[in-house]
T-cell receptor
Framework: DGGITQSPKYLFRKEGQNVTLSCEQN?????MYWYRQDPGQGLRLIYY???????QKGDIAEGYSVSREKKESFPLTVTSAQKNPTAFYLC??????????????FGPGTRLTVL | KNQVEQSPQSLIILEGKNCTLQ??????????LRWYKQDTGRGPVSLTI?????NTKSNGRYTATLDADTKQSSLHITASQLSDSASYIC????????????FGTGTRLKVLA
């Protein structure tokens, strides 16, 4: 899991609630990512950020929001607009350099369940 | 469309046996291919990273091969252990800077005693 922490490990949400998942890193990486993982599917990109105060939508951004006020932090808010949020959420980081050996590091994940 | 396909979806082997997992990709341009191991309920952990010029790379009992011409990769696990039970994910980077990681759906390996 390296220097990436995600909290909480488990999160339960009631219908209509917004919840925020935390991701913090001490790897000094510029880029941070949020992925959603569902059974039988590959990781799907929700949002990514390559520098502070800038972020881009991924393939499944609807119903989610993010902020990048600090290099170390990239919180993800799951809003009530996300109709099927039950999933395993993974935060990842990497360098923005051009080396083909840039490695993407993952946090331990947060499992979100809608009650 | 950039895609990464893995086979088999799941695999059961006995402890001590070898196995090979497959990854085919249609990603272009190609920057690198990596294999990750993901234990249940945990984040993926990198096993190997290969660029187009590398044919094989080892990490302990894990050996990955890459054929950039046929766009195929394999991960060979030697003398499997119970702790190898996990999902193995193939990821290809197109190096373009946007959506630069394309993930396969993974192979779920179960090693039995």
């Amino acid at each position: 899991d390296g220097g990436i922490t995600q909290s909480p490990k488990y999160l339960f949400r009631k219908e209509g609630q917004n919840v925020t998942l935390s991701c913090e890193q001490n790897l000094n990486h510029d880029a941070m990512y949020w992925y959603r993982q569902d059974p039988g599917q590959g990781l799907r990109l929700i949002y990514y950020s390559q520098i502070v105060n800038d972020f881009q939508k991924g393939d499944i951004a609807e119903g989610y929001s993010v902020s990048r006020e600090k290099k170390e932090s990239f919180p993800l808010t799951v809003t009530s607009a996300q109709k099927n949020p039950t999933a395993f959420y993974l935060c990842a980081t990497d360098y923005t350099g051009d080396s083909p050996y840039n490695e993407q590091f993952f946090g331990p994940g947060t499992r979100l369940t809608v009650l | 469309k950039n895609q990464v396909e893995q086979s088999p979806q799941s695999l059961i082997i006995l402890e001590g046996k070898n196995c090979t997992l497959q990854c085919n990709y249609t990603v272009s341009p190609f920057s690198n291919l990596r294999w990750y191991k993901q234990d249940t309920g945990r984040g993926p952990v990198s096993l190997t990273i290969m660029t187009f010029s590398e044919n094989t790379k080892s990490n302990g009992r894990y050996t990955a091969t890459l054929d950039a011409d046929t766009k195929q990769s394999s991960l060979h696990i030697t003398a499997s252990q119970l702790s190898d039970s996990a999902s193995y994910i193939c990821v290809v980077s197109d190096g373009s800077g946007t959506y630069k990681y394309i993930f396969g759906t993974g192979t779920r390996l179960k090693v039995l005693a």
